[in-house]
């Protein structure tokens, strides 16, 4: 209910539901090179498979090469060839 209430506010004062919600924000360049924003933990790593926890839920993202570049507790960079990610509820 929480979320839902986020969600209206975010749309009647027409902010975003990024910053209300604490909703990911994934920034790809080219398949190399994503940043996520608020996100929760890291639940898997190696260099084929990382998992992540999100408000939104688990993202996984899988490739090659994989490499965590940059984390902060609001912020990742992962580099390497990435060949897919997806979101599990």
């Known amino acids: 209910m929480a ?8 749309e009647v004062f027409e ?4 910053a209300v919600c604490a909703l990911p924000v994934i920034t790809l360049t080219g398949q190399v090179d994503m940043i996520i924003e608020n ?3 890291i639940l ?3 260099d084929g498979k990382i998992t992540l926890n999100t408000s ?5 993202i899988e ?6 570049k940059y ?3 609001q912020c990742i960079s992962i580099k ?3 060949s897919s990610f997806s979101y599990e509820k």
Do not use: H, Q, V
Not at 3 to 10: L, S, V
Not at 15 to 18: G, H, Q, S, V, W
């Open 3 to 10: 979320k839902n209430i986020r969600r209206t506010f975010a």
């Open 15 to 18: 902010l975003p539901a990024e």
């Open 39 to 41: 996100y929760g933990g």
């Open 44 to 46: 898997e790593y190696s």
């Open 56 to 60: 939104a839920g688990i993202l996984k």
């Open 63 to 68: 490739g090659s090469t994989l490499d965590i």
């Open 71 to 73: 984390m902060n507790s």
């Open 80 to 82: 390497g060839a990435i």
